[in-house]
Nanobody, 123 residues
């Protein structure tokens, strides 16, 4: 079955950087979407960045210019490089997968999730 395993979260000061990883397995790779989501306490989960099978990225306005999504197709691993972190970036970060689609910015349509990795940014 599909498995998504995130890693790389932690605690940093404002202005710092972190790199998240998500190893995907259990499915035949094809035309798929992968994305990073986050959920802060008391808030709904939001899409942060997505990437399609042609490696075209898309970003939420709140992270544009600071975060970079990428993937290693040989390892089927998704990354999120987060720079210039702010306290408002504090959240649980989740990796998401949507199979057989090019509509990668439709964040409500993702149906596979990892367990999450915590990111905490202090001021």
């Amino acid at each position: 079955q599909v498995q998504l395993v995130e890693s790389g979260g932690g605690s940093v000061q404002a202005g710092g950087s972190l790199r998240l990883s998500c190893r995907a397995s259990g499915y035949a790779v094809g035309i798929d979407c992968m994305a990073w989501f986050r959920q802060a306490p008391g808030k709904e989960r939001e899409g942060v960045a997505s990437i399609d099978s042609a490696d075209r990225p898309s970003y939420a306005n709140s992270v544009k210019g600071r975060f970079t999504i990428s993937k290693d197709n040989t390892e089927n691993t998704l990354y999120l490089q987060m720079n210039s972190l702010k306290p408002e970036d504090t959240a649980m970060y989740y990796c998401g997968l949507r199979l057989r689609s090019w509509s990668c910015r439709a964040f409500s349509e993702y149906n596979y999730w990892g367990q999450g990795t915590q990111v905490t940014v202090s001021s």
